[in-house]
């Protein structure tokens, strides 16, 4: 069987020179793209994220982290599709309206994207009208909203109503977080689920699938 112990280290530890040949010499080996991604790519990226949340690395480490798996990923993309392989869920991500702070949540889709979730990333400031059309468009299992500020807060539970009011509330999970966000507040706009940091809203976000399936 194919040692994937370089390909998780360099993952692991950000080295975005390596994984290219390291992605290659797997390929040339008659690896899949599928077992390069769930052997070599998404063990690496979790690593990372357990050790971000016991805060033994921060933001700056998981970003290469990051950065490192999407390189590899982009070269193997075009091959999963081939493979038929499907991501474990859909997530569409963004910051409500009024609050423009990204950092977060950039951090939150990298690590989605890193368990093997498809993300679409709508951005900040996102009006619930926005979040509602690419709800239709894109019929994720989760929306991932994100409030760094206590004025904006409030969006996110706007959000939850205009999902319920176009009788979409019951077709996708929503989480929530950001810096003044508690798991108390969560509860009393309706969220799925609250999460303090990109790592838990990876493993939150994969519970809430498997209770779909």
Known sequence: MYDYADMISAVEKGRARDITALTESALSAGETANNILNLGLLPGMENIGQKFSENKVFVPEVMLAARTLNIA???IRPL???EGAKPCG?????TVN???HDIGKNLVKMMLEGSGFEVFDLGVSVTEEKIVSAVREHKPDIVALSALLTTTM???AAVIDALSAAGLRNDVKVIVGGAPVTEEFAKSIGADAYTKDATSAAAVAKKLVSQTM
């Not at 859909?90 to 963004?94: E, F, G």
């Open 73 to 75: 990923l982009d070269k």
């Open 80 to 82: 999963l599709v081939g």
């Open 90 to 94: 859909k997530v569409v991500i963004c």
């Open 98 to 100: 009024g609050d423009r």
């Open 154 to 156: 409030k969006n996110q």
